[in-house]
């Protein structure tokens, strides 16, 4: 891995951001929801991971009393595979604790084994199904929980 940092996301990191979410989902979010996640969301905070001065992914994460939800992840595709996401995923665990968060849960892709994989190393393990989750395929979302 290079010089790797970890941080808040800011509005300054949208554009940079929101390359890697078109690289990643195929119903990416457009930079007005990330604007307000940033500005409006008393429950959201955003992390970015960067790689020699350059966002190569982030995560969003809700805390809402006690309970945490990612609301995503994603690292550049090309980078995947390099700890850039174990890294971020518990940094993001980190501060859900902090932040006084006693479960966490998720929704991953059924099909996504790499992630549930990453996902069940820090404790995750599957709660159910959402069925017909994902809007470009109807994919089921396996709903994944860890008592933090």
């Known amino acids: ?45 955003y992390s970015v991971v960067e790689a020699d001065g350059h966002v190569v992914g982030f995560c969003g994460l809700w805390v ?33 604790v902090a932040l006084g968060a006693a479960r966490l849960s998720l929704e991953v892709r059924q099909s996504n084994l790499v992630a549930q994989k990453l996902y069940s190393k820090y404790g995750l393990v599957p709660g159910g199904i959402r069925k017909n989750y994902y809007t470009d395929n109807n994919e089921d979302a396996l709903v994944m929980w860890v008592n933090l």
């Open 1 to 45: 891995m290079s010089k790797v940092l970890i941080r808040k996301m800011t509005k300054e990191d949208i554009d940079q951001v929101l390359h890697v979410e078109r690289s990643s989902f195929a119903v990416p979010w457009d930079k007005d929801i990330y604007i307000k996640e940033l500005t409006e969301n008393r429950y959201a905070y």
């Open 64 to 96: 809402v009393i006690d309970e945490a939800q990612i609301t995503n992840i994603a690292i550049l595709p090309a980078l995947r595979g390099k700890k850039y996401g174990s890294a971020l995923f518990q940094y993001v665990l980190n501060q859900a």
